[in-house]
């Protein structure tokens, strides 16, 4: 646990970039609502277009985050929004619609098309089990663009399988833990939610049948929390396993070379 009060550290260090990431998170939980009210679904929460691009940008922030880390790049402090590099930019785009792609094809055929085979729904739950269970290893991938900005070898979906059993005990240890944080972090928003009502102050704060003030504020934090915790927090507790366990399946051939 240390370790991870160590990253939150680490990461809200930089006071004038945290505030700048709240503002984002401001921004975002006010574009995503008035899209969902705008599209006739005012109760959907992050499920929209607006949200899609937020979670783009911030992944591509994320990536230049590490970077910095990684690299020592300004003390491994959190980036100003114009140091993110082009080649950060469309290198993450590029890694996001790969792997995109590898996830819809796996959702179609072993989802999808195997409940209309077999119309054994417990089938397609196994499947998307072991997609979920996959799933945290790509942070790994990541990891290793935002060490080399190299995208070679990072598009080969074999490498998920290789890192699953030497880095597996360490990710699910970390994994588990932020799934802990995040949902405290729920409770406390719950429990926020139910003293406003209990003290009459969210009926107050309705502006209109769609759209009220308590919600903003509270989504606000929220967002905030998602940003800090999973964009940022998380992927930097995984360094220590990157560089221990993943970097040499993942960068083989470059360091391989460097050593040469």
Known sequence: ?????????????????NIYIFLIAILWTILSTVNNILIGKPENFKQNGVDFIFNILLGIYSIQFLRNVINNINFGELPSFNEIRAKTFWGTILLNIVWGIYAFIYLIFFVFALYIMTHVLALSVIAILVL??????IYYIYIAFADKLKLKRLFNIALIFKLIKPTFKQTYIKLLSFIGIS????????AFYILFELLNIY??????INFNLIDIILDSIACYCLIITWYLVFPYTLLDTYFEKARSILLEEDINGTND
């Open 183 to 190: 949902v405290a972090l729920i409770a406390i928003y719950v």
């Open 203 to 208: 009926d107050i704060a309705q502006i209109n």
């Open 1 to 17: 646990m240390t370790g991870i009060i160590d990253s939150y550290k680490k990461v809200l260090n930089n006071k004038k970039i």
């Open 132 to 137: 979920l269970f996959i799933s945290p290893f």
